[in-house]
Structures are given as structure tokens and as C-alpha cells.
């Protein structure tokens, strides 16, 4: 510190901020650019300056959030990390096992020369941690990607890169049809690898740090964060996450994209914050329709606008419990995975579902180069079809969780979803497109009829 405990009111404190800032800024691009190797070397090389320049943390955290025009994406990104590692320091000892599903991931795996889209997200994920968990010696880690029946080799493509750089005490590699030949009962119902779409294998990589949380953890508390095998979201956060669950008595936490003041999503352009970053998300109209679905069929959870982020944390004793009531494997098997952790926890703690899920807002970067869920050139379709799956999902999740029988507006949502197929959807979306706008907030509201009536429009 520089002897000053407050900005406000001191001029030589508010200015040695301000120029500090500038002098970060002017050094990075205005965007993040996943596939430059040099760049996460930069956001960690600021996050370091940053917490080595004796400026008051939360103080340089408002200078650069609370900009106008918003702030360069990877200076955000250093904020971010300068406070996860801090708060990371705060922490008692535990162990986190990072955890990742791979599918078409032969490109990205690739450094960038090698690559298109190469993001070389093993190197960099390790990176990541290392930096961060610089920050407490007494808190260890282990990084764990998971083959979901990729017919690109991208398990293969993880192994020989944990091997060429001798990353076997850190990093490993599961394989989904290893599960299936295992006869695991919990996943009886995934006959093939054809059955999951990343869940089958998220839920498996939890299991198997269950299973092996002694070996891992060594007695110490036992901790995963599942996240996207791309680098959207920064490993570099996670002390967000843990110290919610190890200092502030969440029993589980996650990041949030949007819907949060301080959370920000990144595109070509630049970084945006809220609200602005949820009205420019591409599928914004997607997610609001998801949003007023699971508001009325799944209310436990209407109160968590980022259900499906690649960015939570959970504590591994609790496994036993939560894992066995999962059993959709596509991609609304977030959504189950926290019925299930709220329903379990609000009954064993007798807290509300607010206290038990700790929500703390991030930086994420939009990539959809290399998404298996995003509309592209070889599946334009692929974003409907992913929404169209979490509705039908989401009404069999209702039926599964329900405490009573749908009435009103949840009754005609329940009979609704049945009807959609995918073109159905499509005229959906562009209907509501094309009578409200793309400014639609997670409070707006839909009639069932209004839904009809977009599709025969």
C-alpha cells in the first residue's frame, strides 16, 4: 500500500490509480485474441504488476470496471486474476481437480501455427494454474480432460502432449467408452458414446475424482471445477470460486457471463459489461426463451440467469449424493446437476437456495471458431438444435423434480415444449426477433400464445 486506505477524497492516491491504469492499457490490444500465444503471458505478467504495485486492489478493480468506454479485454482479465489470486491466499489448504470434456478438439489442442484455431489449451491451462496457485502453497491442483467419444483423437492428441512435456504428475486423460466398457451402474443408460453431448463425460470426470479423491487430495478438502476445454474462461479465476465455497460457506459456487454487475463477455469487438454484453450475446433471444422455460418448469433455479456456464465448483464428498439422481447427459445437464446439488443441500442445511449457490461475475470470451454447440458453416443449425434439446430437457427435468402438478402458465410451458421440433423453434425465434427486439431482459415475460404466434408468423 502507499499509506492511503481510501481514493475517495485523496487526489494523489485517485491519480497514481489513474495513470497506473493508463499505463496497463495502453499496453494491450482491445480485444483477447485466444489463439496469441502471447497474451495470456501479458495477462499474467499485468495481474502480477498489479498486485505487486501497492495500489489498493479493490480500488484499481473500479477504475477498470467502471470505465467508460469499457476496458481492454485482457486488462479486465488481469484485474480478475490479481483478485483470484488474492483471494486464493485467503484460502486454507485444499485440492482442485480441474476438469474439461473433449470432442473435435484437434484444432484447437494445436498451438496456433499448427492450427487455424489452435489455443494450445493444455500448456495454457497449466499456465494458468501454476500462476495462480503460486498464490497459497498449501492448495494443490490436477488437470483432468475427458474424451467424450471424439472420432478426431483428441484424447490421443492430450495424451502425447502431457507425454512430450512430462505433465503426467499434473495432467491426465479420460476416455467416455473407457465408462461404458467398465459397466459403471451409474451410467448404465449411456450405451455409447453417441449418447452423451459433453455431459456423459463431465459427470464421469466427477466421478472418477470421487472415486480417487484420497490419491488426489491426500486427505485434504477435495474440490472440481468443470469448465470448456477452450480458454474462454480463464483458470486464472478460480480462486473466485473456491474462496466462495472455503471462506464464505457456499456449498457450491459458479461464475456468471451475464446478468451480473462486474460480469463481462468479450467479442471481436472488445469487451462489454452489463446489461450491454447480454443484448449483444448472439443468441440472447436463445437464452431468454430458455430463461422464461425453465423460470415456470424449474423455478428452484430462475434465479441463476447463467445455468449452463463452463465454470463451477463443487465440493467432491458431496458426489455421492448428487451424482446418482443425473441422468441426462446433453447439454441441460447443468440444469439437472443444480436441481439436484440445490435440492440436496437446502435439505441437509436448512439454507435457501440463494445461500447455498455463491455466484461471483467473469470475464469470458465468446468462441465459437471451434464450438460444437454453435451454428457454423458444416451445421447452421447446431445452435437451435442445442436450445431445442435443453427445452425438451428441461420439460423432462420438470417432470422428474416436480412437487406438485404444473398449473396456470407452467401447465401450458409443459405442454408446449412437446410440440416444438426444429422448425417449429427456428420460426420461434425469429418471430420473437422480429416483434420485440434483441433488448430482452431475463425479467421480460412471454404469453404461451405470443410463442404461437411467432411460429405462424
Known amino acids: ?77 488481469a484485474m480478475k486474476s490479481a483478485e483470484s489470486y488474492q483471494q486464493l491466499q485467503s484460502c486454507p489448504p485444499c485440492h482442485l481437480t480441474v476438469l474439461f470434456a ?24 497449466v499456465k494458468e494454474l501454476k500462476w495462480l496457485f503460486s498464490a497459497n502453497k498449501e492448495c494443490t491442483w490436477d488437470l483432468v480432460g475427458c474424451d467424450d467419444g471424439c472420432d478426431k483423437d483428441s484424447g490421443k492428441l492430450a495424451n502425447e502432449i ?21 459397466g459403471i451402474e451409474q451410467f448404465s443408460a449411456i450405451k455409447k458414446v453417441q449418447d452423451s ?23 485434504k478438502p477435495h474440490y472440481l471445477i468443470y469448465t470448456d476445454a477452450d480458454l474462454s474462461a480463464s483458470l486464472s479465476l478460480s480462486g473466485f470460486l473456491l474462496k466462495k465455497c472455503l471462506k464464505d460457506n457456499y456449498c457450491f459456487s459458479m461464475g456468471a457471463r451475464y446478468g451480473y454487475k462486474d460480469s463481462f463477455l468479450v467479442k471481436e469487438t472488445g469487451a462489454a459489461g452489463h446489461p450491454q454484453s447480454h443484448f449483444e450475446q448472439p443468441n440472447v433471444i436463445h437464452i431468454k426463451v430458455r430463461h422464461f422455460f425453465r423460470q415456470y418448469l424449474l423455478p428452484t433455479i430462475a434465479h441463476l440467469y447463467d ?51 455463491g455466484v461471483h461475475p467473469i470475464i469470458f470470451i465468446e468462441d465459437f471458431a471451434e464450438s460444437n454447440f454453435t451454428s457454423n458453416e458444416t ?19 420438470h417432470q422428474q423434480y416436480k412437487t406438485e402438478d404444473a398449473t396456470g402458465k407452467a401447465k401450458a410451458v409443459l405442454e ?24 430482452l431482459s431475463f425479467e421480460a415475460d412471454f404469453e404461451v400464445s405470443e410463442l404461437e404466434e411467432a411460429i405462424a408468423a
Not at 451445421?379 to 428441461?394: H, K, M, W
Open 379 to 397: 451445421n447452421p443449425d447446431a445452435t437451435s438444435i442445442g436450445f431445442l434439446r435443453i427445452a425438451q430437457e428441461i420439460a423432462q427435468m
Open 162 to 182: 502431457i507425454k512430450a512435456d512430462g505433465l503426467q504428475h499434473s495432467v491426465r486423460v479420460l476416455f467416455l467408452q473407457d465408462c461404458i466398457d467398465k
Open 102 to 125: 473433449m470432442y473435435h478438439e484437434q484444432n484447437r489442442i494445436a498451438p496456433a501455427a499448427e492450427g487455424t484455431n489452435g489455443q494450445d489449451f493444455i500448456r495454457n491451462k
Open 1 to 77: 500500500m502507499l499509506g492511503w486506505e481510501n481514493p475517495q477524497g485523496n487526489p494523489q492516491m485517485s491519480q497514481a490509480i489513474t495513470d497506473f491504469v493508463a499505463s496497463l492499457a495502453a499496453k494491450v490490444p482491445k480485444t483477447r485474441t485466444l489463439t496469441d500465444k502471447t497474451e495470456l503471458d501479458d495477462i499474467l505478467a499485468m495481474a502480477t504488476e498489479i498486485l505487486n504495485s501497492g495500489l489498493p486492489i479493490d480500488a484499481l478493480a473500479r477504475t477498470i470496471y467502471d470505465a467508460e468506454p469499457c476496458s481492454p479485454a485482457n486488462l479486465i482479465c
Open 307 to 357: 445455468t449452463n456456464i463452463p465454470f463451477k465448483c463443487w465440493k467432491v464428498d458431496d458426489f455421492g449424493a448428487l451424482l446418482p439422481e443425473c441422468n441426462i447427459y446433453g447439454p441441460a445437464f447443468d440444469m439437472q446437476l443444480l436441481l439436484s446439488a440445490l435440492r440436496y443441500y437446502c435439505k441437509t442445511t436448512g439454507k435457501d437456495a440463494k445461500q447455498v449457490a
Open 416 to 439: 408446449f415444449i412437446p410440440t416444438l421440433d426444429l422448425p417449429k423453434y427456428k420460426a420461434m425465434i425469429a418471430g420473437i426477433e422480429a416483434k420485440r427486439g434483441r433488448k
Open 197 to 219: 453431448r459433453k455431459g456423459g463425460s463431465i459427470l464421469y470426470g466427477m466421478y472418477d475424482a470421487w472415486k480417487n479423491t484420497q490419491a488426489l487430495a491426500n486427505g
